[in-house]
C-alpha cells in the first residue's frame, strides 16, 4: 500500500511563502502523475496544480505566476512553493499522486490535508 506525507503548512500572513511537500512511501514502480489539491472554506476540493509524464505542468488559473509545483520521483516526493499568498488561499492542501506498485496497476492514492491558513 502507498501512503502519502504531507507536511510545510501553517499560518502566514498575506505577502509570505509556504513549501507544501508530500512524501510518499511504499512498493512504487513508477509515477505518472503528481498534483495538489485545494479545499476553502464552503467549497469543493479544486486542482491547484500537476505534474505528468506526459503534459506541461499545469496551475489553475488563480495560482498561476505565483505557485511552482515540483517533483522528485526518485523520492517519491511533490512540492508546492507558494509565494505572495493572500486570504482566498486559505484552504486545506491535499496531494494526489498517482503511482504503479509491485501489486497494483495505476491508481491514485491522497494524503491526510495540510491546513494553509493566510492572515489579511
Known amino acids: 500500500q502507498v501512503q502519502l506525507v504531507e507536511s510545510g503548512g501553517g499560518l502566514v500572513q498575506a505577502g509570505g511563502s509556504l513549501r507544501l511537500s508530500c512524501a510518499a512511501s511504499?512498493?512504487?514502480?513508477?509515477?505518472?502523475?503528481m498534483r495538489w489539491y485545494r479545499q476553502r472554506p464552503g467549497n469543493r476540493r479544486e486542482l491547484v496544480a500537476s505534474?505528468?509524464?506526459?503534459?506541461?505542468?499545469y496551475y489553475d488559473d488563480s495560482v498561476k505566476g505565483r505557485f511552482t509545483i515540483s517533483g522528485d520521483t526518485a523520492k517519491n516526493t511533490v512540492y508546492l512553493q507558494m509565494n505572495n499568498l493572500g486570504p482566498e488561499d486559505t484552504a486545506v492542501y491535499y496531494c494526489?499522486?498517482?503511482?504503479?506498485?509491485?501489486?497494483?496497476?495505476?491508481?491514485?492514492?491522497w494524503g491526510q490535508g495540510t491546513q494553509v491558513t493566510v492572515s489579511s
Open positions: 511504499g512498493s512504487i514502480r513508477s509515477t505518472y502523475a
Open positions: 505534474l505528468t509524464t506526459v503534459a506541461a505542468p
Open positions: 494526489n499522486q498517482e503511482v504503479k506498485t509491485s501489486l497494483l496497476p495505476l491508481h491514485n492514492y
